[in-house]
């Protein structure tokens, strides 16, 4: 069979109609699965779009992460069949029985819908558009269209409301990047190896016309990606060389623009819900989109633990319900008095919840730790004219603080000044921020992906130094990455790094460090193992990885890095210091 077969049944309490089709401005049709609450009446829509296949359980194309979600939080399976269970989009058991209709539309040449591949382009995004007005415009819909996802169906929420789709009402971006330059393919410049790697693994296996080669659905047996089988030949035919036109754009140009939000067109009410273990791909969009966006009604939530598993507790499916109840719904259900910002700060051994009205934290005593040549953090500078070098490829350099006198609260983003040159006409930074127990064990946490992932991280090729000086702020550089500027030999570079935002309450007697190294950070204990989804070994980074041997040459990037003291040269790490005494609401989580 060659065409696809639009059907509607009654099932688990709901209507759910398979297939439906919508069709862009172009003649392509793209295939969406709708689950409607079974009594009439007029609804409002929760949608996604996005590439993972809308017919592929959870539990079929991502097993490792559903049976650890589901094996250490049990509410996340409880009170749901499980049958409709989707990588990152809600559960239609959870949310029609609150009146809600939800959409999910396989994106343009994924799943169910054919087309040419070509992720966060203007093209995707003028077919979310389309596809937000065709929910709003429907016979079920009462005119109102949110978005609710993760990642992926986070990042391009972003992208349309820069558009401002008119019957877009609402949207919770659930750990969602949003600068296709600096937060996902290129890090202070530094090319992420992440999106071809996520390409082979995530998409060519869902990709249209995969057809006998692809899964069946758990629901109605029917294949996820389409009714067609495509040749090898066809297929890659129908989808860009996703790594490869990463790598052509090396700077942030047109092509990374036209895939990067307009803060100022996100008008939007939204909820942004960050990670602090994201580093390497979400948590800098979540942050910049609720300082930067618009939006007058914008609300900041940030948790730990993986990257998916908060969406589907109970903890995040509540904060969600409510924020749409209000903004869909038009309930009176107390959001407006939802602090703007929730932390689940985190501990040693725990989260604690806190409410807080702004981001960064107003009282923040940004504090500045001096880099030492003796290896120390110190508040106070050393004049000496010194330097110390390390190679590129070896394990770097790591500054201490001395036991802390008092349980230290670090909350927010940090930078980092450095004075640098090296041996050849470039040099990657790659700054990692730490803690170690007073026996100089290193204390790392289950990250978003990784389960060995430091506090925090930051990463700057000494090339792309040029800063924009109308965007950065003390405690954010914020880098133009519009030219070049190779090193001289001899010449002693000034070095802002972006260090992405963390949290923190380092124990009394713990300590902070800061490790400069010239490659990816990676966890000295334990391996991490694997993850369906992945190719790599999980060693302290994930998957989120600045190993292209084409973007970082060895004759380049393999060289000599050195670290420049002298009076007029004092480098520095400024932190976001939380003074005590706030109140909280203690809720613990698992950490």
């Excluded at 490659?519 to 190993?547: Q, V």
């Amino acid at each position: 069979m060659n065409t696809h077969q639009h059907r509607s049944e009654t099932r688990d309490g709901m209507r759910i109609d398979f297939d439906v089709p919508i069709a862009m401005d172009d003649g392509v049709v793209l295939r969406a699965d709708v689950f409607r609450p079974v009594k009439s009446g007029l609804y409002p829509a929760l949608l996604t779009y996005g590439p993972y296949a809308k017919g592929l359980a959870f539990q079929d194309g991502y097993p490792s992460a559903w049976e650890r979600m589901v094996t250490q939080h049990p509410d996340v399976a409880a009170g749901s069949s499980n049958r409709y269970q989707n990588w990152e989009v809600v559960d239609p058991e959870k949310w029609v029985p609150h009146d809600y209709i939800c959409v999910r539309v396989d994106s343009r040449g994924c799943g169910c819908s054919p087309g040419f591949i070509d992720h966060f382009s203007p093209r995707e995004t003028r077919d979310f558009y389309a596809c937000i007005e065709w929910a709003g415009m429907q016979a079920w819909s009462n005119g109102k269209v949110g978005l609710n996802g993760v990642s992926y169906y986070g990042i391009n929420q972003w992208h349309v409301a820069s558009l401002q789709p008119p019957h877009l009402a609402a949207m919770c971006i659930w750990e969602g990047a949003a600068d296709w330059y600096r937060d996902m393919t290129h890090h202070g410049g530094i090319l992420s190896t992440f999106w071809a790697n996520w390409y082979d693994m995530q998409v060519k296996t869902v990709q249209y016309g995969a057809g006998e080669r692809g899964r069946r659905s758990r629901v109605h047996d029917e294949l996820v990606c389409g009714p067609q089988t495509l040749t090898e030949a066809q297929l890659q035919a129908n989808r860009c060389d996703f790594g490869s036109d990463i790598r052509a754009h090396p700077l942030d140009d047109d092509y990374h623009k036209a895939r990067s939000p307009d803060w100022s067109k996100v008008t939007v009410p939204f909820l942004s819900a960050a990670n602090w273990g994201g580093q390497g791909l979400h948590p800098r969009g979540n942050f910049e989109g609720f300082v930067r966006a618009a939006s007058k009604e914008k609300w900041l939530e940030a948790h730990g633990i993986e990257h998916w598993t908060h969406f589907y507790t109970d903890y995040g499916r509540e904060l969600q319900l409510r924020f749409f109840d209000h903004f869909l719904h038009g309930r009176d259900n107390g959001w407006t008095r939802q602090p703007r910002v929730l932390l689940q700060v985190r501990h040693i051994d725990r989260f604690v919840e806190r409410a807080e009205s702004d981001w960064p934290l107003k009282r923040t005593r940004w504090t500045r730790f001096y880099l030492r040549p003796d290896g120390t953090l110190s508040a106070t500078a050393s004049a000496k004219a010194v330097k110390v070098t390390f190679d590129a490829m070896d394990d770097g350099v790591t500054f201490l603080t001395p036991p802390l006198p008092r349980d230290t609260e670090l909350t927010g983003p940090s930078a980092l000044k450095l004075f640098v040159s090296s041996s050849t006409n470039d040099a990657d930074i790659f700054a990692i921020l730490r803690v170690f127990s007073p026996d100089l064990k290193e204390v790392v946490f289950q990250g978003a992906i990784d389960p060995h992932t430091p506090i925090a991280q930051g990463w700057l090729r000494a090339s792309h130094r040029k800063l924009d000086h109308k965007l950065s702020k003390p405690w954010r550089p914020y880098h133009s990455h519009d030219e070049k500027r190779p090193l001289k030999r001899g010449e002693i570079a000034e070095l802002d790094v972006e260090i992405w935002p963390t949290c923190i309450v380092v124990p009394k007697g713990y300590r902070v460090a800061l490790t400069l190294r010239g490659k990816d950070y990676e966890y000295g204990g334990s391996s991490g193992g694997r993850l369906s989804n992945f190719k790599n070994e999980l060693k302290g980074c994930g998957p989120f990885l600045h190993d292209d041997p084409m973007d970082r040459p060895p004759a380049i990037f393999a060289g000599a890095t050195s670290l420049h003291w002298s009076r007029s040269r004092k480098p520095y790490l400024l932190l976001p210091v939380i003074p005590p005494g706030q109140n909280s609401r203690s809720k613990s989580r698992q950490s």
